[in-house]
């Protein structure tokens, strides 16, 4: 006698692998459908699916890859490419279950078309089939992230009394350094902050970013490559890399 067999859920697994932050952000409906997007990942370098649809043409993706130094700058420069504005991210690392310590990136990003497109045009199956492309060649380095910065660029002019901060905070729960950054919204701004960090040889292993009427506020749980704290005698190397790298945004390009 034959027995029918069922494909496991995906979703017990997947929810203890996740931090308490990500628990306390999605409700369990939530949950099982990322459960499903990580699971097809399916070995991929990444993977990238639409998980929701909102208004005035906001689309949410997941991104799953294995979590790396640069993976963020990595996808911002993806973004950018494709003519992507991001509205707001929130990036998470899980511990793949059976996987003797490996890290999985699983990254929520709200997206519209940038600046200079119809913004109620809904992001669409086949935009997020060329970001996902794009970030497998950023991955396995068939592409170069230069090429990104470049076209992130722009002349923009500063809106009155716009400023810029960037500030160090202290993780209460994990004792880990949190670097925010408050300015005004501009193309490319995730792509340009991340890389910067990466240049600072520091990793991000939480990322939170929201922007309202125009000002945007990321905040960046970051520790030093070999996972130690940010020693506070780096501190303000990795604020003037950060600082310089969004002034360096605003500048039209071919301009230093």
Not at 11 to 16: D, E, K, L
């Amino acid at each position: 006698m034959m027995r029918a067999s069922f494909p496991l859920d995906p979703t017990p697994a997947f929810r203890a692998s996740m931090p308490d932050r990500y628990l306390k952000a999605f409700d369990r409906a939530a949950i099982s459908q990322h459960a499903a997007i990580v699971a097809r990942r399916a070995g991929s370098a990444a993977h990238i699916e639409i998980w929701r649809q909102q208004r005035g043409g906001v689309g949410v993706i997941v991104v799953v890859a294995d979590d790396r130094p640069g993976l963020l700058s990595s996808i911002s420069a993806a973004l950018v490419i494709q003519g992507m504005d991001v509205l707001s991210a929130q990036a998470y690392t899980r511990r793949i279950p059976g996987s003797e310590g490996a890290s999985e990136a699983v990254d929520f990003l709200w997206l519209r078309r940038d600046v200079g497109a119809d913004h109620t045009m809904p992001v669409a199956e086949v935009d997020i089939e060329r970001i996902g492309a794009l970030l497998r060649q950023l991955i396995n380095g068939e592409l170069s992230i230069e090429s990104a910065v470049e076209r992130a660029r722009s002349s923009r002019t500063v809106p009155p009394g716009a400023s810029t901060r960037v500030t160090f905070d202290e993780d209460a729960d994990e004792g880990l350094a949190v670097l925010t950054v408050e300015t005004f919204d501009r193309p490319g701004l995730l792509l340009a902050i991340t890389l910067a960090l990466f240049r600072a040889n520091v990793q991000i292993i939480a990322s939170d970013a929201l922007t309202r009427t125009g000002v945007v506020v990321d905040r960046f749980t970051i520790v030093e490559l070999d996972g130690s704290p940010i020693r506070r005698n780096r501190r303000g190397v990795v604020q003037m890399e950060v600082l310089g790298a969004i002034d360096a945004l605003s500048r039209p390009p071919g301009r230093s």
